[in-house]
């Protein structure tokens, strides 16, 4: 996929655990994971918005494009 998903480093700028965002943005931990790994399809702007709150950061940290190699 060419959006990467920098959740991770988000997280560790912040020294934040999975859980407590989980619980600061009101999804499952299970959601996260699939965000943080890259494996989701799309991503609801509130969604990104409560993220983007939990971590006092712009969309901007969160998402990356990188362009296929093929």
Same mark, same amino acid.
Request: glycine share 4%.
């Given at each position: 996929?060419?959006?990467?998903?920098?959740?991770?480093?988000?997280?560790?700028?912040?020294?934040?655990?999975?859980?407590?965002?989980?619980?600061?943005? =009101?999804?499952?931990?299970?959601?996260?994971?699939?965000?943080?790994? =890259?494996?989701?399809?799309?991503? *609801?702007?509130?969604?990104?918005?409560?993220?983007?709150?939990?971590?006092?950061?712009?969309? =901007?940290?969160?998402?990356?494009? *990188?362009?296929?190699?093929?």
């Amino acid at each position: 996929m060419a959006i990467i998903i920098n959740i991770d480093v988000q997280l560790a700028k912040k020294k934040m655990s999975v859980t407590e965002l989980s619980e600061k943005v =009101g999804i499952t931990m299970a959601n996260i994971s699939i965000l943080k790994n =890259g494996k989701a399809k799309a991503i *609801r702007f509130s969604t990104l918005e409560a993220i983007c709150l939990a971590l006092d950061c712009q969309p =901007g940290d969160l998402l990356e494009y *990188r362009p296929d190699e093929s």
